[in-house]
């Protein structure tokens, strides 16, 4: 299938042309004819598989048959919400790109900026809204947004807005907009209470689903480094003193860390900032234009501040804290070397996260090279059988067994003779 089998509008078709593309991936084959159907929808599809362009596109198409060479004052047809700041941006900039030679217009609407600039764009008129669930209730109690017109509702990483708790507000804008309209939701799981807001939001939808992603790019280069949890600073700094590392792509596990990371790496006289939900929205514009722009050598980022972040010939991704789900892996990692360009993937693995690392080989059904002359290696254990050595506790599985009859019966049996 190419995207000329789609039948799209030909000025779209060809924007799309334009960035490079002329085959579907297996999302936008499965989710394009349903949308264009005006089916509800209900699709899985991990972050990286080309989930903003299978439902941008065929909404593009819609709102120009629609809308057409109209340049009277525009009504919001098409409302997309987004978990974050850094996701709302990446799907304007799609919906820009793809809409080029159409007369369709889109705005963003996030909080943590001044609300006024927001406001005066709002009054223009425009076809498309894409928003983060808060601020867009906060203008809509204002009077500021008009949802009368309304034909489209995507809700956009479903479940991580389920993660950081924005379902509530989601349910309270969908009971704002009209019924009649299509309902388009993506997530890269469906847990259990996504399940159920799919059940009550969407009428008859159909489902498209993509397996998440298990292989890394044959073109990014993989190291694991076995390293003690508290010398992860220095080895990281050693790395990239020593190897001379620019435009590197930090990932954290917290925002605290991210921060710790910095300031260690500042001390020494690396030029670092990070990006994570507690710095404010121009600081976050400011330091990711900065590092695209490589005015900064190191950005340290979590997963959640990294959605969205689209950084083109991004030479080196280091995991200083390893995911606790193998699919983020391999969508950390695939951030470099892309469009053939050879990319470098350098993870750190403590001994509290050998289990992950183990997860995640795995997931991707590959031995990764292990970089054993380093100066921090773990403290090994003794091998020698005959020196016995007090090991601690498994504090995991005595967690798991605390209040267990069967674990406690079990325990009684073995002392049984029989």
Not at 78 to 83: A, I, Q, R
Not at 218 to 231: G, R, S, T
Not at 310 to 320: A, G, M, S, T
Not at 351 to 370: A, N, S
């Amino acid at each position: 299938m190419t995207f000329t089998d789609l039948h799209l509008h030909r000025t779209i078709l060809h924007a799309v042309e334009e960035e490079g593309y002329t085959t579907p991936t297996p999302i936008q084959q499965q989710a394009i004819p349903v949308i264009l159907e005006e089916h509800d929808l209900v699709a899985c599809a991990q972050t990286g598989t080309g989930k903003t362009a299978a439902f941008a596109i065929p909404i593009l198409h819609y709102l120009h048959r629609i809308v057409g060479g109209n340049t009277k004052r525009k009504q919001l047809r098409t409302l997309v919400l987004t978990p974050t700041r850094e996701l709302a941006i990446q799907v304007q900039e799609s919906f820009e790109t793809y809409g080029k030679y159409t007369n369709i217009t889109s705005m963003v609407l996030y909080g943590g900026v001044n609300q006024t600039p927001q406001v005066e764009q709002l009054k223009k008129g425009f076809d498309v809204l894409i928003a983060t669930p808060g601020r867009l209730l906060d203008l809509h109690k204002q009077g500021f947004v008009n949802f009368d017109g309304l034909h489209h509702l995507v809700l956009d990483e479903a479940d991580l807005m389920l993660d950081m708790g924005f379902i509530n507000d989601v349910k309270k804008t969908i009971k704002l907009i009209p019924e009649n309209r299509q309902t388009l939701l993506f997530s890269a799981t469906m847990p259990l209470a996504i399940r159920e807001l799919a059940d009550s939001i969407l009428k008859s939808p159909k489902y498209v689903a993509v397996a998440p992603v298990s292989s890394t790019a044959e073109n990014v280069n993989q190291k694991i480094y076995f390293v003690e949890k508290e010398d992860k600073r220095k080895l990281l700094y050693h790395i990239i003193r020593n190897d001379k590392l620019k435009n590197v792509l930090v990932f954290v596990r917290t925002k605290h860390g991210a921060d710790n990371v910095v300031k260690a790496l500042k001390k020494n006289g690396v030029f670092a900032e990070a990006i994570h939900g507690d710095k404010s929205q121009t600081a976050r514009q400011r330091v990711l234009e900065a590092f695209k722009n490589k005015e900064i050598d190191v950005l340290v980022a979590t997963d959640i501040a990294a959605r969205g972040i689209d950084i083109e010939l991004l030479p080196y991704v280091i995991n200083f804290d390893l995911p606790n789900i193998s699919e983020t892996y391999v969508h950390r990692i695939g951030r470099t070397g892309r469009a053939g360009n050879s990319g470098m993937a350098i993870s750190f693995c403590g001994k509290d996260e050998k289990p992950y690392w183990q997860d995640i080989e795995k997931l991707i059904r590959m031995k990764i090279k292990v970089v054993e002359d380093h100066p921090f290696p773990w403290n090994n254990e003794p091998k020698n059988e005959d020196v016995k050595v007090q090991k601690k506790p498994d504090l995991r599985n005595k967690n798991k067994n605390v209040n267990s009859r069967k674990s406690e019966g079990a325990k009684k049996n073995k002392k049984r003779w029989y």
